[in-house]
């Protein structure tokens, strides 16, 4: 009996400590003044590709009907806040001719599973800067075969292929858990696509929660505009505002 009440007061003290010391960071990315067109995107070979990418757009800016900027990947800087890759390795999949998704952020240890669904051969190139074994430009001739990748380094990393020029991706590695990626998916797990984002209404909505109480530099980065940062104070409870627009960013791409 005596041993059943000490358990049940750890279990409390651990609940409490649990609950009362994380806020959530919430806020919008929005655009402002004038959204530019996405451009067409002309597929010059292979016949799959031709059919695949007719119609499609430029993903490297989309902006929501409601203003929202879509793929802005915002997080936290601190080394010293928990890092857990995901038990389930992450996906980037090479399908109809583009990286699907088209920005994807995972914290640094995370393994991506790198696939195509393609019939016709692609290529993977990394542009990793920090880790070497992590700038792999690997042949995916097979439908269908996985290619794990694990990335150790935080750092935007560009993705290409060789052999069809206008496909481009994002995997951002970001130091700890503390992150989210604006419009990438909906309430029940599923990717937003491009267009259907464009459509909608949605604001630039993000939410970061459980966030140990103290002082962060939160940063925001967009593959078009840049990067831009802040100093956030969490508290142990409670939700704080973070909001920023485009003209928050610095001007210049962020490879
Ligand atoms: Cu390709």
């Keep these: 009996m005596k041993a059943m009440r000490y358990v049940t007061t750890i279990s409390a003290i651990i609940l409490i400590t649990g609950l009362s010391y994380a806020g959530t960071i919430t806020g919008k990315i929005t655009y402002d003044g004038d959204v530019p067109a996405r451009s067409m995107l002309k597929a010059t ?20 009907k409601g203003t929202g900027i879509k793929n802005v990947v915002v997080y936290l800087r601190s080394r010293k806040a928990k890092v857990t890759p995901p038990a389930k390795n992450p996906v980037m999949d090479q399908m109809n001719c583009a990286y699907s998704p088209h920005v ?44 794990p990748l694990t990335l150790k380094k935080a750092e935007p990393i560009k993705f290409t292929c060789d052999i069809h020029n206008w496909m481009t991706g994002y995997i951002v590695v970001v130091e700890n858990d503390h992150f989210a990626v604006t419009g990438d998916k909906d309430k029940d797990g599923k990717w937003i696509s491009s267009d259907a984002y464009e459509k909608s209404s949605d604001a630039g909505t993000y939410t970061i929660a459980n966030v140990p109480a103290g002082k962060y530099r939160i940063q925001v980065w967009h593959e078009e505009l ?4 802040r100093t956030v104070t969490v508290t142990d409870s409670g939700e704080v505002e973070e909001s920023f627009t485009s003209s928050d960013f610095k001007k210049k791409k962020a490879k």
């Design 104 to 147: 994807l952020a995972v914290v640094a240890g995370t393994t991506v599973d790198i696939r195509s669904s393609d019939p016709v051969a692609h290529n993977v190139h990394s542009h990793a800067k920090k880790d070497p074994e992590a700038a792999v430009n690997w042949q995916i001739a097979q439908q269908g075969k996985v290619f």
């Design 226 to 229: 840049g990067l831009a940062n």
């Design 45 to 64: 070979k292979d016949q799959h590709c031709i059919d695949a990418v007719k119609g499609t757009k430029s993903e490297a800016l989309v902006v929501s």
